[in-house]
């Protein structure tokens, strides 16, 4: 049975989950939820690297990593609050874990899984990509632009001012000038 299966209750006939088990099976999600914020996190990187570099030269290109980055991060905030929801849940089973009243614990539980599916009902993984702004992805696209711009005429100029230091200086004149006769 998957993670998600023993976490919210698998088969209807299945015995139910212990209050260990319950803590075990949170544990489990939260560390799963942890690597797949790495992994995003690590995209979003790659795609601004990939919007750097191409913000002048292929805009097309650039404009799709942004894309991509918007959506990466959409989905970061939603495992921030995924974590902070399981590791509520896990405190009070912990907490709970103690106490004798255990059925009102996993009463608890239910409530706050059923809110949970109905928060994720209407979500569509389709739209995501239809929630930018255009304007707003051109706006980013030129501000990496002119971070580049920028760049450029830092490397310009220092090597302008690296123009070295003469070893000798030219020698003084030791002559008065000869005047011109009119």
Do not use: W
Not at 70 to 98: M, P
Request: proline content about 2%; aromatic content about 4%; hydrophobic content about 35%.
């Amino acid at each position: 049975m998957s993670v998600f299966g023993k976490l919210f209750g698998g088969k209807k006939g299945d015995k139910p989950q212990t209050t260990g088990e319950a803590i075990q099976n949170l544990r489990e999600t939260e560390e799963m939820l942890m690597e797949r914020q790495d992994f995003l996190q690590k995209k979003i990187v790659s795609e601004m690297v990939v919007a750097r570099k191409n913000a002048k030269t292929n805009k097309r290109m650039a404009l799709d990593a942004l894309k991509k980055k918007k959506c990466y991060d959409k989905s970061l905030q939603q495992i921030d609050g995924a974590l902070v929801t399981i590791e509520q849940h896990r405190e009070a089973l912990e907490g709970a874990n103690t106490n004798t009243d255990n059925k009102a614990v996993l009463q608890t539980m239910k409530c706050a899984v059923d809110a949970l599916k109905n928060a994720h009902k209407g979500m569509d993984v389709d739209k995501l990509f239809d929630e930018f702004d255009e304007d707003e992805l051109k706006a980013e696209l030129n501000e990496l632009e002119m971070e580049g711009d920028m760049e450029e005429q830092k490397k310009l100029e220092a090597e302008l001012l690296d123009i070295g230091v003469a070893d000798q200086l030219p020698e003084t004149p030791r002559l008065e000038p000869a005047v011109a006769e009119a």
